[in-house]
């Protein structure tokens, strides 16, 4: 496998079956370059090959999903039949792959081990590790040309300062390397950057136990990240737990109990508010950390509402998991179409507005909603949501297959979207309870949420991304 490119402006890939027609801005005569081997980018991977379109993914990590392979340990709350690719599923079946248990709920290190790792083993040298995009803009051209621009290819900077031309951009880089800062009001704390903080998912019960045990932990965040540290701070001996959150209540964390279609997901919040009942995490509402710094008796906090008031906590190690914001920076000399509230496509951002959706009642949506001014530029998955939480793969899948399907021309099938994402609503909580007797819960440590049953609590339902 080739780690980077050798600084020449042109690549030349060996092509998977003839390439169709060009359209939607895209160049036929060169690939379209997938950012990030994460899943979704390999899912784009996958549809590319299905219609013969010549492609390569640069992956900026020492391996394939590698910001996947940071929470690892983590078991996610959305069974195997949601997070296989179609596209993906039959090039592997062809290949003699069979899939995981469709309702079992893997970690993130099964992810990669059962599924990705075996799908970019079929792509070979189309896949490129330690190769990270610093720059996307048009050959011979900034922002502001006009003539001709739809005409150039894209150019592409690696960090190693070589250069790649390609005939579409299919950016799935993520939002994993971006985390938002602890501070309230989006601005970082003062002091921020000057203490040891933690970001989301750290490995509790693993690597990381020695750096948690026996230590006054504060995890700040609402959403799924916190709840999961949470959880496994929880099982650990004489650490006591503070629990951060802007809100006046956890509501909204604590998501939609029994009545969520993904029963792991409404399990994760259930358990999280018993913890908080019985006292074995302290919570504490409307808190807008302002200051943190160091102090011979551990890490002071400060929190100041918006009406001034000010209160403080000393911790010995914080864990800020406040959620991620895109980073469009590599294509500022691109012209995109941002929405100025999320980040994300101006036609896409009232789909997904998390004041108004969650990751079930986000509608159908595809490349039209994904395209920017910049014909051929397309970013997909996480990022393409901004700073919305309320993605899920099944729906980055889609847009993956919509994209493709418009640089090959087929418009049809590009705005024949389909989505059928989990809602909460009613449903049986038998598959998650039963996986919980044998490995853990979703959201979770594998090998076990609690040492112990908690009783079940009544919830109010939110979001489902907090």
């Given at each position: 496998m080739s780690d980077s490119c050798c600084g020449t402006t042109t690549i030349a890939i060996e092509q998977l079956t003839a390439p169709r027609q060009a359209t939607s801005g895209r160049r036929d005569d060169l690939p379209v370059v997938v950012i990030g081997a994460g899943p979704v980018g390999l899912a784009a991977a996958a549809h590319l090959a299905e219609r013969g379109i010549d492609f390569l993914v640069l992956e900026a990590g020492e391996r394939i999903a590698a910001s996947i392979a940071q929470w690892g340990h983590v078991r996610v709350f959305s069974p195997w039949k949601y997070d296989i690719d179609a596209a993906a599923r039959r090039l592997l079946e062809a290949d003699g792959w069979s899939a995981p248990d469709p309702e079992w709920l893997p970690t993130g290190?099964?992810?990669?081990?059962?599924?990705?790792?075996?799908?970019?083993?079929?792509?070979?040298?189309?896949?490129?590790?330690?190769?990270?995009?610093?720059?996307?803009?048009?050959?011979g051209y900034d922002r502001v040309r006009t003539a001709g621009r739809e005409q150039a290819p894209f150019l592409i900077r690696l960090a190693d300062g070589g250069e790649l031309q390609a005939g579409a951009i299919i950016d799935a880089s993520g939002t994993w390397t971006t985390p938002n800062?602890?501070?309230?009001?989006?601005?970082?704390?003062?002091?921020?950057?000057?203490?040891?903080?933690?970001?989301?998912?750290?490995?509790?019960?693993?690597?990381?136990?020695?750096?948690?045990?026996?230590?006054?932990?504060?995890?700040?965040?609402?959403?799924?990240?916190?709840?999961?540290?949470?959880?496994?701070?929880?099982?650990?001996?004489?650490?006591?737990?503070?629990?951060?959150?802007?809100?006046?209540?956890?509501?909204?964390?604590?998501?939609?109990?029994?009545?969520?279609?993904?029963?792991?997901?409404?399990?994760?919040?259930?358990?999280?508010?018993?913890?908080?009942?019985?006292?074995?995490?302290?919570?504490l509402t409307g808190f807008f950390t302002h200051q943190v710094r160091a102090t011979g008796d551990g890490v002071e906090v400060t929190s100041r509402t918006p009406s001034g008031a000010e209160r403080t906590i000393i911790v010995d190690r914080i864990v800020s998991a406040t959620g991620y914001r895109p980073d469009h920076s590599i294509a500022a000399e691109l012209r995109l179409d941002l929405d100025p509230v999320l980040g994300s496509t101006r036609a896409l951002a009232p789909l997904i507005d998390p004041n108004r959706h969650s990751c079930g009642t986000v509608p159908p949506h595809g490349v039209d909603e994904l395209a920017h001014p910049e014909p051929g530029y397309y970013a997909i998955g996480v990022k393409s949501y901004g700073r919305a939480p309320t993605f899920l793969l099944a729906t980055g899948y889609e847009q993956a297959r919509s994209v493709v399907a418009a640089l090959a021309g087929d418009w049809e099938a590009a705005?024949?979207?389909?989505?059928?994402?989990?809602?909460?609503?009613?449903?049986?909580?038998?598959?998650?309870?039963?996986?919980?007797?044998?490995?853990?819960?979703?959201?979770?440590?594998?090998?076990?949420?609690?040492?112990?049953?908690?009783?079940?609590?009544?919830?109010?339902?939110?979001?489902?991304?907090?």
């Open positions: 290190a099964e992810i990669i081990a059962d599924y990705l790792a075996p799908l970019a083993e079929l792509f070979g040298d189309r896949v490129r590790t330690d190769a990270r995009v610093t720059a996307v803009s048009r050959l800062a602890l501070g309230a009001s989006g601005l970082p704390a003062h002091g921020e950057n000057e203490v040891s903080i933690d970001h989301a998912l750290p490995d509790v019960l693993g690597t990381d136990r020695h750096r948690y045990e026996g230590r006054h932990v504060l995890v700040v965040g609402a959403g799924h990240s916190s709840a999961t540290t949470l959880l496994a701070l929880a099982q650990l001996d004489d650490t006591p737990i503070t629990w951060a959150i802007r809100a006046g209540n956890a509501g909204r964390a604590y998501g939609g109990g029994d009545a969520d279609a993904l029963p792991a997901r409404g399990a994760l919040g259930t358990r999280l508010h018993a913890l908080v009942t019985s006292g074995r995490i302290q919570l705005r024949d979207v389909q989505l059928d994402l989990p809602e909460t609503g009613v449903c049986s909580s038998g598959p998650a309870e039963d996986q919980e007797q044998r490995v853990g819960l979703a959201g979770g440590i594998s090998g076990g949420l609690l040492s112990a049953p908690l009783p079940l609590a009544t919830v109010s339902t939110g979001s489902c991304c907090g």
